[in-house]
C-alpha cells in the first residue's frame, strides 16, 4: 500500500470515528465526461483531448465546521502516461464569512475564473485550488470571495508559483456589476537559473440579465461588458506590458438552446507567451486573447438536463485577425450524486 492510500484510510478512519452533536456522514461523487476537438489554425495550437474525470468526496459535516477528503483522478484516452489521482482534503468553516483550508476542488467557487483568466484545459486537468479561500455573502445582493492558488511549490526543478484572486458582483433584479482581479507571481527553482514573471489582471464589467432569478421563463438574456487590463512584467529585462481592452459578452437562451457572442479587442494580453521561460504555465489563460481582436461565437444545446446530469453539445467557431475560423466541437457529461447521513440516528 503506498504513502497516498495509507493517508486516506487514515483521515477517513479519523473522520469517522469524530463524536459530537449534530454530526453527518456527507459524501459526493462527480463524473465529469469531455470531448473537445479544436481544429484550431495558424498560431493556435489544434488538439483533442477525450477523457474522464472523477472525484469522489466523503467527510463530516458539525455546523458550522466541515472536513472532507478524496481525490480527483483523470484518465485522458489514448494517453501513454498514467496522471496520478490529485489528493482533495480541505476544511471549511460556514458563517457569515466562510473559509477553507487545503485542496479545494473547484466547485466551491462563488464565480469560475473567465477564460481570459484561466484557460479552460488548465481547469480540467487542475481541479482544486491548493491554499486558502475566504468567501463572503450577504442576500443575493453582494458576494465576494479572495483565494490563493500555490500550484507549484519550488525545489531545483520546479518554479515557485502562486496566484492570488479576488472577485466580487454586487446587483439586485436584472442589473448589477462585478470584478475579476488576479495576480499570478512566476518565481525560480532553487538554482536560480530562470527569469522571474509577474502578472496583474483586472477585469471590472457591468451585468444585465433578464429575466431575474425570481422570475421564471424559457426565453433568457445575459450580457456582459466592461474592461480588461493587466500589467506583465520580467524582472530580467525590467520590461513593463500594460494592455488594455473591451470584452464583453452576450448570451440568449430558450429552453436547452443557447447562443453566446464573446469579444475582445485591445492590446494582446499574454506578452511571452511564445518565451519558453514563460508560456502558457505562466499565464494560464486562453492563448486566443493574446491577439488585438478575438470573437467567440458557440451554439449550445443541453440534451439532457436534470438535478443529477447534464449531457450537452456545443459548436465554436473562434475568429482572430489573418486566419481562417478556427472551428472546436465539444461535448460535456457532468454527473453528481451525494449523500446525507445523521451520524446519531
Same mark, same amino acid.
Given at each position: 500500500?503506498?504513502?497516498?492510500?495509507?493517508?486516506?484510510?487514515?483521515?477517513?478512519?479519523?473522520?469517522?470515528?469524530?463524536?459530537?452533536?449534530?454530526?453527518?456522514?456527507?459524501?459526493?461523487?462527480?463524473?465529469?465526461?469531455?470531448?473537445?476537438? +479544436?481544429?484550431?489554425?495558424?498560431?493556435?495550437?489544434?488538439?483533442?483531448?477525450?477523457? $474522464?474525470?472523477?472525484?469522489?468526496?466523503?467527510? /463530516?459535516?458539525? #455546523?458550522?465546521?466541515?472536513? =472532507?477528503?478524496?481525490?480527483?483522478?483523470?484518465?485522458? *484516452?489514448? &494517453?501513454?502516461? !498514467?496522471?496520478?489521482?490529485?489528493?482533495?482534503?480541505?476544511?471549511?468553516? +460556514?458563517?457569515?464569512?466562510?473559509? *477553507?483550508?487545503?485542496?479545494?476542488?473547484?466547485?466551491?467557487?462563488? =464565480?469560475?475564473?473567465?477564460?481570459?483568466?484561466?484557460?479552460?484545459?488548465?481547469?480540467?486537468?487542475?481541479?482544486?485550488?491548493?491554499?486558502?479561500?475566504?468567501? %463572503?455573502?450577504?442576500?443575493?445582493?453582494?458576494?465576494?470571495?479572495?483565494?490563493?492558488?500555490?500550484?507549484?511549490?519550488?525545489?531545483?526543478?520546479? =518554479?515557485?508559483?502562486?496566484? !492570488?484572486?479576488?472577485?466580487?458582483?454586487?446587483?439586485?433584479?436584472?442589473?448589477?456589476? @462585478?470584478?475579476?482581479?488576479?495576480?499570478?507571481?512566476?518565481?525560480?527553482?532553487?538554482?536560480?537559473?530562470?527569469?522571474?514573471?509577474?502578472? *496583474?489582471?483586472?477585469?471590472? %464589467?457591468?451585468?444585465?440579465?433578464?429575466?431575474?432569478?425570481?422570475?421564471?421563463?424559457?426565453?433568457?438574456?445575459?450580457?456582459?461588458?466592461?474592461?480588461?487590463?493587466? /500589467?506583465?512584467?520580467?524582472? &530580467?529585462?525590467?520590461?513593463?506590458?500594460?494592455?488594455?481592452?473591451?470584452? @464583453?459578452?452576450?448570451?440568449?437562451?430558450?429552453?436547452?438552446?443557447?447562443?453566446?457572442?464573446?469579444?475582445?479587442?485591445?492590446?494582446?494580453? $499574454?506578452? %511571452?507567451?511564445?518565451?519558453?521561460?514563460?508560456?502558457? #504555465?505562466?499565464?494560464?489563460?486562453?492563448?486566443?486573447?493574446?491577439?488585438?481582436?478575438?470573437?467567440?461565437?458557440?451554439?449550445?444545446?443541453?440534451?439532457?438536463?436534470?438535478?443529477?446530469?447534464?449531457?450537452? *453539445? =456545443?459548436?465554436?467557431?473562434?475568429?482572430?485577425? @489573418?486566419?481562417?475560423?478556427?472551428?472546436?466541437?465539444?461535448?460535456?457529461?457532468?454527473?453528481? !450524486? @451525494?449523500?446525507?447521513?445523521?451520524?446519531?440516528?
Amino acid at each position: 500500500m503506498n504513502l497516498r492510500a495509507k493517508l486516506f484510510i487514515t483521515i477517513l478512519s479519523t473522520l469517522l470515528c469524530v463524536n459530537g452533536y449534530s454530526q453527518w456522514l456527507t459524501a459526493d461523487l462527480y463524473y465529469d465526461g469531455l470531448f473537445d476537438n +479544436r481544429e484550431f489554425k495558424g498560431d493556435m495550437q489544434p488538439q483533442t483531448i477525450y477523457g $474522464m474525470r472523477l472525484m469522489p468526496e466523503i467527510g /463530516i459535516d458539525a #455546523a458550522p465546521h466541515r472536513i =472532507r477528503v478524496g481525490f480527483s483522478k483523470i484518465w485522458e *484516452f489514448g &494517453a501513454d502516461d !498514467i496522471i496520478d489521482p490529485e489528493i482533495i482534503l480541505y476544511y471549511r468553516y +460556514r458563517g457569515p464569512v466562510s473559509y *477553507f483550508f487545503g485542496a479545494i476542488p473547484r466547485n466551491n467557487l462563488q =464565480r469560475q475564473l473567465p477564460d481570459a483568466f484561466l484557460y479552460d484545459s488548465i481547469a480540467f486537468f487542475e481541479p482544486t485550488i491548493k491554499g486558502t479561500l475566504i468567501q %463572503y455573502s450577504c442576500r443575493d445582493v453582494f458576494e465576494t470571495e479572495l483565494y490563493c492558488n500555490w500550484f507549484s511549490r519550488q525545489t531545483f526543478t520546479d =518554479r515557485e508559483a502562486f496566484r !492570488i484572486v479576488w472577485d466580487g458582483f454586487v446587483g439586485s433584479g436584472m442589473f448589477g456589476g @462585478g470584478w475579476f482581479v488576479a495576480m499570478t507571481h512566476f518565481a525560480n527553482t532553487m538554482q536560480h537559473n530562470h527569469a522571474l514573471y509577474e502578472k *496583474f489582471q483586472f477585469n471590472p %464589467y457591468l451585468s444585465f440579465e433578464y429575466p431575474s432569478k425570481e422570475s421564471i421563463t424559457n426565453f433568457r438574456v445575459k450580457a456582459d461588458a466592461g474592461m480588461l487590463f493587466s /500589467i506583465v512584467h520580467c524582472r &530580467a529585462n525590467d520590461f513593463w506590458y500594460n494592455p488594455i481592452g473591451f470584452l @464583453g459578452d452576450i448570451q440568449l437562451g430558450w429552453k436547452g438552446f443557447d447562443i453566446k457572442s464573446t469579444v475582445y479587442a485591445g492590446g494582446p494580453q $499574454m506578452q %511571452y507567451l511564445d518565451d519558453p521561460e514563460a508560456g502558457l #504555465a505562466f499565464h494560464r489563460s486562453d492563448p486566443f486573447y493574446n491577439h488585438s481582436f478575438y470573437n467567440k461565437t458557440e451554439f449550445g444545446v443541453l440534451l439532457v438536463s436534470d438535478s443529477r446530469a447534464q449531457l450537452g *453539445f =456545443r459548436w465554436n467557431l473562434h475568429f482572430t485577425p @489573418g486566419t481562417p475560423v478556427h472551428n472546436q466541437q465539444l461535448i460535456t457529461l457532468k454527473y453528481r !450524486i @451525494g449523500m446525507n447521513k445523521n451520524l446519531h440516528e
